[in-house]
């Protein structure tokens, strides 16, 4: 970035920034200090680009901003570096942090040829099998990058699959996902759990808690438990133990209590930082302080933090007048 | 039955049985001795009956046994003691043996009037939560009969809803369910981990191993390990560390091997009978010797064995000539 285009911007953006997953695509305007000025969300995720033309989707989801500010850079994490994605862009093995993955950009040829830089996803295989994750660390960086330090930290990114990380001196050192967010949506929309639901996805507390209640209780007993523990939900439904109408919040908290138990077993001192959205990170801070461990919930724009420290330890953004 | 009767039968059946779950009916004629003399299974099963027309559905499958021996008592296990089948019969209490099932039968009325005795099933709260079974009981007293004792025994059952069973003196003292069969399904047919699959259901040995291998390693883990472990059904499919044609047995591998060091934390001294049919037994085996524990596959005839041994201790059925 020359300085004259650097003056251009002052007190403007600095980056746009692309969250682009499976389902949807968060685009930002990014200032120098790293806070959102601008943002829209499109239903635009990988799986609905169609031919392949990733830029096409990306001139209509941001084509007014990356015309307006040319001078930007574009920088973007999650499945769009897959091998679904625009490029498969190789996974960075854990422990990584800013460097590991500034250093591990690619890049595609974006609307009227714009550079786009795609951020690698993190790999990790401690546990016995190799683990992944793609977008999560964009988000995790963020995260640490608005509270630096050496501590060790804990954050879940809950979801269909979700992700808990171990973090120290700034790095993602190891990480493990849950397929949690699925089982429950197959067992809710394809088993015989199912039948016995009644009513909207609205939430019951007292279900709920009663599902983490279960999971706790059965804390002790090996993995396999959870495959009996399951058909409570059938059989607490047959005896109206729990209302047809809180069959999915009792299946919810079971899940989700399992979860947690099973992923603060090496529980961290300082509590866990959940990033996600604001309904299912209530439930999960429930969960987690039912397995004894402190929650907070984390910066709501965590991944759009994250992808301008990415693009500021690449060289891609100067760092803002006036600060280290 | 009167003398006459038993007379007419000598030698021949004494019993016509029927075990007769959601999908399928098996019919039995059962000599004296509880052996089976002849059997047919139908595509049957109580969701297909139309209109509650049992008594129709049960003369289409075995109307010319019943005709052929008018004097015979017909005794039917299993879902059809449901509230979806031809009448609900309460479950009785565990510890239940002969004498509590033989004492809580229910009758309906069958072609012409027949008389059909329906077993009611088991229910066990001991878990923390309600706990039933239709159907699988009948087999486990079938198999207690053909080799009685006071001596604790385990049994499982495998299936869509595996039942885990413990038994002393001939009673069933208490049971569980596991969900393995159907979760595999689901998963398979419906989540993220089907996609990678590829090939029929052929088993891969070495597949199957290495699922074992995968949940004896968390076997120290809580419940909810296993959200996590799932997902190396998708991680090891990515890196082609198990082939796309062998991840179906991989995942059936990593179920059925957490339900298993599950359900043995109360390892059996005299191992495990499994009653089922013979390749999942064979599966099961392969799981439980993997837990530790010694497995045995029990009589392939267990139903239609309980099934005498109910009709007997409910006097339906005179004592076999010569034997106490």
């Known amino acids: 970035v020359e300085k004259g285009d650097a003056d251009v911007n002052e007190g403007g953006a600095a980056l746009i920034g692309l969250d682009w997953g499976t389902t949807s695509l968060r685009a930002y305007r990014v200032g120098r200090d790293g806070a959102v000025l601008d943002r829209r969300s499109r239903e635009a995720g990988i799986l609905k680009v169609e031919r392949g033309d990733f830029a096409g989707a990306l001139a209509a989801a941001a084509g007014d901003w990356l015309r307006a500010e040319p001078g930007l850079p574009v920088v973007a ?46 790999a990790h295989a401690a546990a016995g099998f190799p683990d992944v994750m793609r977008g999560e660390e964009t988000q995790i960086l ?24 171990w973090c120290a001196r700034g790095r993602v050192e190891r990480f493990a996902t849950y397929m949690t967010g699925e089982v429950y949506d197959v067992l809710t929309r394809h088993s015989i759990l199912g039948r016995l639901m009644a009513g909207d996805r609205g939430h019951d507390a007292q279900a709920y808690a009663r599902g983490l209640a279960r999971a706790r209780a059965s804390a002790g007993a090996p993995p396999g438990r959870l495959l009996h523990d399951l058909f409570s939900a059938r059989t607490l439904g047959l005896t109206a133990e729990v209302p047809a109408e809180g069959l999915r919040s009792y299946l919810s908290g079971l899940l989700i209590g399992a979860e947690a138990a099973a992923a603060l077993t090496d529980a961290p001192p300082d509590g866990v930082t959940i990033l996600g959205a604001d309904a299912l990170s209530a439930r999960y801070a429930e969960a987690i302080a039912a397995a004894g461990a402190r929650a907070v919930v984390g910066d709501a724009d965590a991944a759009a933090r994250g992808l301008h420290a990415i693009a500021r330890a690449a060289g891609l953004i100067e760092k803002e007048h006036g600060h280290g």
């Not at 993955?101 to 609307?111: C, E, F, M, R």
Request: glycine share 16%; hydrophobic share 45%; proline share 11%.
């Open 77 to 122: 994490a999650g499945m769009v570096g897959s091998r679904q994605g625009w490029r498969e862009v190789p996974y960075v093995p854990c422990p990584a942090g800013l460097a590991e993955l500034a250093g591990a950009l690619a890049t595609v040829a974006g609307p009227d040829g714009r550079t786009v830089w795609l951020v690698p996803g993190l």
């Open 142 to 165: 963020g995260a640490l990058a608005t509270a630096p330090g050496d501590a060790p930290r804990c954050f879940v990114l809950p979801g269909t699959h979700s992700k808990w990380a």
